[in-house]
């Protein structure tokens, strides 16, 4: 018998929007606002677990019909959540368009049922572990385990961007514009300056390959002592790849998925040596075997907001481990709730560990009290019970207000590009 304490009451799903910058990216550019999702697990001994994750409208639905299943349910008992999310998550029962391809919208790998229970699974499991932790006063990392370094070292993830959005009501940022390898370069030289960083990562799939390759070679001049990562989401043919990664072969750490499948990955690295990463050919347990027996991908960004949460990601750090591949960490834009999740998910992980991705240096808001800082690029791995992070209910409240008086319902790039350029639509692939 679980003590009644430890048994949820409620939980909650709060959306809001995020502000967020003109990033530019394969399918267009981020929206002055993105959907997230808050989830809050009360237990019956009155504490508070959090979690955090996409607040796309499909999303939302699956979370909140999940969520009103949840009390009565024990917060130690994360592992049956996965029954859970297959007998109540099911093809009858969730948004079509969860399940249908939509190129436009798979930054993250195919659309389907598994993945729909990953997500879910994953939002209401660090939120459940971080009631457990505060239940028992342990961070989570000692309920994952046991944590394998104080510090997590992030990368400086850079972007090709606009210096502000192309509609009036949106709010700016201070940041320049960067369109070309000196403006890259200074943006790079911020983000050092600001954050400490020891890791650079271009996102590609912008400019054609030769200004790409031209704007990653001016950063490893700039920084000599950095690694450098260029990834232009699937971008490229196999030719086109095999050029780019021959041509920086000598600079970049590693290459990013530029190309779109296995089987393209597979002949890239088979022609040009270079190692390849990917969060996009490899982000299910079933799509492992093939990647690692055709050696296509050497590195494997996890992300635990689609893999099935922190558990998920340390099972999936042993495989890597076993397969001598070694590990980094995928973002999309986010909050404090989820870079907390992120550092105790990948203070806890086997093997190769390599600086994790984080947008965060790109949002201007948060949820939490105390936002994070970076030091020397790092994120220390907090010690306070459960996650370590205070929800702040004001910036929650204001930002699920800024939710309700919006029409924005999900993070579409295309579209957000279109009101610049109308005749924009979704690149076919291999663009180049
Ligand atoms: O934020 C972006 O524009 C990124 O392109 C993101 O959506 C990707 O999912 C991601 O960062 C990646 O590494 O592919
Ligand atoms: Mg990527």
Redesign the pocket.
């Known amino acids: 018998m679980y003590e009644r304490s430890m048994l949820i009451s409620e939980a909650r799903v709060t959306p809001i929007l995020v502000s967020d910058a003109p990033?530019l990216?394969?399918q267009g550019v981020?929206q002055p606002y993105t959907p997230r999702c808050v989830i809050e697990v009360v237990t019956e001994g009155g504490v508070v677990g959090l979690g955090e994750t996409y607040g796309d409208r499909e999303y939302l639905t699956a979370l909140q019909t999940f969520a009103a299943h949840l009390p009565g349910h024990p917060v130690t008992a994360s592992t049956r959540l996965w029954d859970l999310a297959a007998e109540i998550l099911r093809p009858e029962t969730v948004d079509a368009d969860l399940l249908g391809e939509r190129p436009d919208r798979e930054?993250?790998g195919r659309r389907n049922l598994d993945k729909l229970h990953g997500i879910v699974v994953s939002a209401f499991e660090v939120a459940l572990l971080d009631a457990l932790g505060r239940t028992v006063d342990l961070p989570v990392h000692a309920l994952l385990g046991g944590k394998l370094r104080d510090r997590v070292d992030y990368a400086a993830?850079l972007?090709y961007r606009w210096s502000e959005h192309p509609t009036s009501h949106a709010s700016s940022d201070d940041w320049d514009a960067a369109l070309d390898p000196g403006g890259v370069v200074r943006q790079a030289e911020r983000m050092v300056r600001e954050h400490g960083f020891r890791s650079l990562k271009l996102?590609g799939g912008v400019f054609p390959p030769e200004e790409e390759i031209a704007a990653v070679t001016a950063l490893h001049q700039a920084f000599p002592d950095l690694p450098v990562r260029l990834?232009p989401?699937g971008a490229w043919s196999v030719d086109t790849g095999t050029k780019v990664a021959e041509n920086l072969r000598d600079v970049v750490e590693y290459l990013?998925?530029p190309c779109t499948g296995t089987r393209a990955m597979a002949e890239v690295h088979r022609r040009a040596r270079v190692r390849l990463a990917t969060?996009?050919c490899v982000t299910t347990p079933g799509e492992i075997p093939e990647a690692f027996a055709t050696d296509a991908v050497q590195v494997l960004?996890c992300d635990h907001h689609f893999w099935g949460g922190l558990q998920a990601t340390q099972h999936l750090s042993a495989i890597c481990k076993t397969y001598g591949v070694g590990l980094s960490m995928?973002?999309?834009?986010h909050l404090g709730i989820s870079l907390a999740a992120m550092t105790h998910a990948a203070a806890c992980a086997q093997g190769d560990l390599h600086a994790c991705?984080t947008?965060r240096p790109w949002q201007t808001e948060d949820v939490i009290t105390r936002p994070h800082r970076f030091d020397g690029g790092a994120i220390t791995v907090p010690d306070e019970p459960g996650l370590g992070v205070e929800l702040d209910r004001e910036a929650l409240a204001r930002l699920h207000e800024r939710w309700s008086g919006s029409d924005v319902r999900t993070r579409d790039?295309v579209a957000a590009m279109q009101v610049a350029d109308p005749h924009w639509s979704m690149p076919s692939m291999p663009r180049w």
Request: aromatic fraction near 14%; avoid cysteine.
């Open positions: 990033l990216n394969l981020h930054m993250f993830y972007f996102k990834d989401n990013e998925d969060n996009m960004l995928h973002s999309n834009t991705d947008h790039d």
